[in-house]
Every structure is written in C-alpha cells, then in structure tokens.
C-alpha cells in the first residue's frame, strides 16, 4: 500500500506529455479524420493545430480505407523532464521545448 502511494504522488509531481494515436476503418471512396476535410487513399494530413497528422490507406485484404492520425512534436510521445525543468511547446506551438520550471525564458540546464 506504501508503494501505491508513492507512486501516485510521485506521478502528481512530475510533469509528462503524453502522445496519441487513433485508428479507424472508414467504408466509401476516402477517409474523414475531421468535419470537412476528405483524404484520398495514399495521402497524407498534416494538421498543426493539433500537431497531428493522419495517412489514409486502402487495406489490402478489402475495399475499405484505413484512417491512422497520430500526434507530433508536443503530442508526439512522452516527455518527462529532469527536476527543475518542464516541457512547453516551442513558437511553433507544436515542436517541444524544455525551459526551466521556474522562468520559462531560460533552457533548461543540468
């Protein structure tokens, strides 16, 4: 039980990005990863504002698509910073930047 509770306050104080992926198999003539936007088979999404991209692809056993969208830069994986640093999104507002915790301006240095 003491080790439980380590761990989640260990989790609550340290500070990781998380990445995503999402996956589905779309019927028709192209994929859908948002409202309005259609995607050919064989084509790529680049959507930096979410820093994600999506692929669609014809799955070679049927005549459905694939859609695959995954997020990049900040949202392209796990990021946990040594102490005393922190993880921001860099002037793009999607590739990554460490910074010290307490004054963002500076790198973070060790």
Do not use: N, W
């Amino acid at each position: 039980m003491k080790i439980f509770l380590v761990l989640v306050l260990f989790t609550c104080v340290i500070d990781v990005t998380f990445g995503y992926c999402f996956a589905k198999v779309e019927d028709g003539d192209h994929c859908t990863p948002k409202d309005g936007v259609t995607m050919l088979a064989g084509s790529e999404l680049l959507m930096p504002e979410k820093c994600e991209k999506c692929t669609c692809s014809r799955q070679s056993d049927s005549s459905s698509l694939f859609l695959s969208c995954c997020g990049y830069g900040i949202h392209g994986g796990v990021y946990a910073p040594p102490p005393g640093c922190k993880v921001i999104a860099g002037d793009d507002g999607c590739s990554i930047k460490m910074v010290q915790a307490i004054d963002h301006s500076q790198p973070c240095v060790q």
